[in-house]
């Protein structure tokens, strides 16, 4: 049942794995995995292996050695036996966005499916939808970006570190959406979002996603981009680049001005038994208590109750509990929309204020608050190192 839940949100033919085309066959239409083919071999949680099959080659995993032979030609879904250890196995799936962030090689830190699920839908793309993002990374979002707007739309997205553009491109290549998706190396701080013959500076795009140390810095570019009525998001770890932020947006005119902290918390159910005191077994009473009849002292004893299959067991009772290891804090997500009436872009003569927008008290703070903004500056820098 589980490996059937995750082909659910499959996508697309074999070929193209993370995107969709309305004349392709279904998820998990009979599809099976070939030479050349980026496919997931998984094993339980936080074990899934992305590999490229490719002839006479073997991954070596914690489940044991597999061929990738042995792959080819199994439909997806289809589990894959060691040649050493036949009790030892894994289950063949197509790459989806989901298990991608999964598995995906990190180069930085990255959006997980909780955050970019309300990303997209908070930011309302759909296929057709142009999108700018700054701060590739791993490439984690941009591959769920892809199958949104895509067939129709295209994600435009600028990455600082040019070794992290290049090995971004290169995974866009070989995962069948470099035609949904571009990646350009740029600082789009300085330099804003254009593109040669595309003309993104000026009211281009239909949404807008930043991941950056200072993202106030791009804020100005993020106006000028994003068409009237339209939604950015920017994602930050601190609420002290949050505080920057917000301030730039209002500056700029942006309404609708919002912050939200995506906590994810999944659970589980499971039946477990019930643990019986010893003064309530065999019918047993506590010390001290009155004395009763035996229809009064078996009422006290445990019960055997009917199982779903209609067996009969110890009594047990179902559980819900969240898990033992959940994530914590991921960051904040801030949204804000380019008013209807708004100016197209902003003034020719616009220059950025102090950072945030400070007061002018500020120069005569404490040496306490100065370390603090020091401290949340060498924080946003790190972010960007990582």
């Known amino acids: 049942m589980a490996v059937g839940g995750w082909l659910a949100v499959g996508w697309g033919h074999p070929s193209r794995p993370f995107v969709s ?53 199994k439909p997806f879904g289809t589990i894959i036996r060691s040649r050493k250890a036949r009790e030892n196995y894994l289950h063949l799936l197509r790459p989806t966005p989901e298990l991608w962030t999964l598995s995906l090689p990190h180069r930085t830190q990255i959006l997980y499916t909780p955050d970019i699920s309300l990303v997209t839908s908070k930011l309302l793309l759909a296929p057709g939808s142009v999108v700018v993002e700054s701060g590739t990374g791993s490439g984690s979002l941009s591959h769920a970006l892809a199958r949104t707007v895509a067939p129709g739309g295209h994600v435009y997205t600028f990455e600082f570190h040019a070794g992290r553009a290049a090995t971004a491109t290169a995974e866009f290549v070989a995962h069948s959406i470099a035609d949904v998706v571009t990646c350009t190396q740029r600082d789009v701080c300085a330099h804003g979002f254009g593109l040669p013959g595309i003309g993104l500076e000026h009211n281009y795009a239909d949404a807008l996603f930043l991941d950056l140390p200072a993202p106030w810095s791009a804020a100005a570019a993020a106006y000028n981009v994003l068409k009237c009525e339209s939604i950015m998001c920017s994602f930050s770890p601190c609420i002290e680049q ?15 001005i919002h912050t939200v902290e995506n906590v994810h918390m999944p659970m589980e159910v499971k039946e477990r038994q019930l643990s019986v005191p010893p003064y309530l077994a065999h019918g047993a009473k506590r010390a001290g208590d009155d004395a009763g009849s035996d229809d009064e002292a078996s009422s006290t004893a445990p ?58 008290a500020a120069t005569t703070t404490t040496t306490a608050t100065t370390t603090t903004t020091t401290t949340a500056a060498s924080s946003a820098q790190a972010t960007s190192d990582q």
């Open 303 to 360: 019960k055997r109750t009917k199982s779903l299959d209609g067996s009969v067991r110890p009594a047990s009772h179902w559980a819900a509990r969240n898990f033992a290891k959940i994530g914590g804090h991921s960051g904040y997500l801030t949204f804000a929309r380019k008013p209807v009436d708004a100016a197209p872009t902003v003034p020719a003569d616009y220059t950025d204020p102090p950072l945030a927008g400070a007061p002018a």
């Open 21 to 73: 085309d309305h004349d392709e066959l279904e998820p998990g239409a009979g599809a099976k995995a070939k030479y050349g083919d980026l496919v997931v071999l998984f094993g339980g949680r936080r074990m899934l292996y992305p590999i490229i099959l490719s002839q006479g080659e073997t991954v070596h995993v914690k489940a044991g050695l597999f061929h990738h032979d042995d792959v080819v030609a």
């Open 242 to 256: 949050v505080q920057r932020m917000c301030v730039r947006l209002r500056e700029l005119g942006f309404v609708d």
